[in-house]
């Protein structure tokens, strides 16, 4: 599990990511509202972390504009601010948990695991897939990224729902040949290629973090880095 966590005050951020690694949870940190969006093109987030009163751009602002992109990623606010408009605001802004310091990193802890297990049993229902901005609803066929709908042909799809199934893992040219066609079909390596290629024009083709990656010698896989 990767979590980002926007905090300015150093001993706190330092002392909650110490914590979450030995619960077995990495944890990249940064104090402004910029150097959290920096990051956030990096790679995939499990969790974003967010405190409201920081530089640059404050965690509301920051909330809203997450959500913009996407809709899944769960947000926990985590700020001295605990009146009920400041929770309404916070809510409103797309937030999912709301944390008022001081609170007790046990209580944090349990938080994230319960909002992880609440995002995992809604798309198991709803047979949904997101990496990074990439939406599936696997029943209605519909993929989006960035909130834009993206139109692929039967196969096209079928082949992203392979990389997307692996959840990051390394999917072989001779496994997705044999997943994407008729076990009587005959397929060459130039023919998968092709195929990938079609998927990128389509999925990462404008986007400057790239979501299908080839491992040369190895295969392809799907994954926000």
């Not at 990767?2 to 909650?16: A, H, K, M, P, V």
């Not at 948990?97 to 007790?104: A, E, M, R, S």
């Not at 029943?139 to 729902?161: G, H, M, N, P, Y």
């Not at 290629?193 to 083709?205: A, C, G, H, P, S």
Request: hydrophobic share 40%; net charge negative.
């Amino acid at each position: 599990m990767n979590i980002l966590f926007l905090e300015d005050d150093f001993t706190l951020s330092q002392e909650i990511k110490d914590f979450l690694v030995a619960k077995g949870i990495e944890c990249d940190t940064v104090f402004d509202g910029d150097l959290f969006f920096r990051q956030y093109k990096k790679q995939h987030y499990d969790v974003f972390l967010l405190d409201i009163n920081v530089p640059k751009m404050n965690g509301l602002d920051v909330c809203r504009k997450i959500r913009e992109a996407d809709q899944n990623t769960p947000i926990i606010m985590l700020t001295a601010y605990g009146e009920l408009d400041d929770k309404i605001d916070a809510f409103g802004s797309g937030a999912d948990d709301y944390l008022v310091k001081p609170f007790h990193l046990e209580e944090l802890y349990a938080r994230i695991k319960v909002i992880l297990r609440r995002k995992d049993t809604l798309q198991a229902e709803n047979n949904i897939i997101t990496v990074g901005d990439l939406f599936m609803n696997i029943d209605e066929k519909l993929v989006k990224r960035a909130d834009s709908t993206i139109s692929l042909t039967a196969k096209e799809f079928k082949l992203l729902c392979i990389l997307a199934e692996a959840k990051g893992r390394i999917v072989s040219k001779q496994t997705i040949a044999d997943s994407l066609w008729d076990y009587h079909v005959e397929t060459n390596q130039n023919t998968i290629e092709v195929y990938i290629n079609f998927l990128r024009n389509k999925i990462d083709k404008g986007h400057e973090n790239k979501l299908i990656h080839t491992k040369i010698g190895f295969g392809y896989y799907l994954r926000a880095e």
